[in-house]
């Protein structure tokens, strides 16, 4: 039994650092970026420059924040990501209700439908997407910039999963009293499933946060740029832009970082919320 114990012990250890060095690998180019942008451009021309900063500066922070107005792309992108995640997790919640309580005609069929979105690359259709925001007149407004993020088939899913795990029995009894679809979706379903619900939340955020191609396409003047498009404004002619660029890219990643450390248990229980079997 000793022998089988310390065999298992070693067993989790062996898979604990693993489990590190992985993370570190991952982690790997985050850390490179932190400690180059707080080096000297002389060091990181250098042939022989390593990984510490030999002179830590704040010159590269200095010059992105001024160079680029970093605060007025950070605001668009905020402002982009909360209205965007609020919205998305109303029509995903209120769609996951249907599919998971009420019956009506074409109901497995429009939910399969939901599933095949699942399948179509979003590149596939940014040009079907940008023609329909141009028709619409939305270009260069935070509504266009957030139409594509407004629902997603992949929270609907896991929101339906996560109700389906709610008894049936309590639902039925609050109809017995008089409890209407929207009272028990507000006062009852909602608050027992907050995990999954701020799941949804930081991650559709997160998502939208970090976002690129979409925001560079309906844009086209400087004070509606996010701050992921902002970013490439510090790639100077001269070559000289890696320490800004890593800089800004530190600024970028702390708040989406910040939101993670602060609700990384709420989202781990929302994803074993709606890992459940029917």
């Known amino acids: 039994m ?3 114990r310390a065999a298992r012990v070693a067993g989790d250890w062996f898979y604990q650092l693993m489990c590190v060095g992985m993370g570190l690998i991952v982690m790997f180019p985050v850390i490179y970026a932190f400690f180059v942008s707080f080096m000297e451009p002389s060091q990181i021309f250098s042939r022989d420059a390593g990984i510490i900063p030999e002179r830590w500066t704040l010159e590269n922070y200095r010059t992105a924040l001024t160079t680029a107005p970093l605060m007025r792309f950070m605001l ?3 402002m982009i990501s909360a209205v965007s995640s609020i919205v998305r997790v109303l029509t995903a919640s209120l769609a996951a ?3 998971a309580f009420m019956d009506f005609p074409g109901k497995n069929f429009l939910f399969i439908l939901v599933l095949g979105t699942f399948m179509i690359p979003g590149d596939v259709v940014l040009a079907a997407n940008y023609q329909l925001v141009a028709r619409a007149h939305l270009i260069n407004t935070y509504l266009g910039m957030m139409a ?3 629902v997603s088939g992949m929270n609907i899913f896991m929101l339906r999963q996560s109700f389906k795990t709610f008894s049936s029995s309590i639902r039925d009894a609050a109809m017995v ?3 209407s679809n929207f009272r028990f979706f507000w006062k009852i379903l909602l608050p027992s499933n907050t995990a999954t619900l701020l799941t949804v939340l930081i991650t559709s955020f997160m998502s ?3 976002t ?3 925001p560079m396409m309906v844009t086209n003047k400087k004070e509606m ?3 992921q498009v902002g970013i490439t404004m510090l790639n100077f002619a001269d070559g000289n832009s890696y320490g800004p660029v890593m800089a800004a890219s530190i600024i970028v990643l702390l708040p989406a970082l910040l939101l993670f450390l602060v609700f990384r248990r709420q989202i781990v229980a929302g994803m074993m919320a709606g890992g459940v079997k029917e």
Do not use: E, H, K, V
Request: charged share 10%; net charge neutral.
């Open 2 to 4: 000793t022998s089988q």
């Open 97 to 99: 209700f249907a599919f």
């Open 177 to 179: 009293d008089g409890c």
């Open 76 to 78: 668009n992108s905020f």
């Open 148 to 150: 594509i993020f407004l």
């Open 212 to 214: 690129y191609l979409w």
């Open 225 to 227: 740029r996010t701050i």
């Open 208 to 210: 939208t946060w970090n």
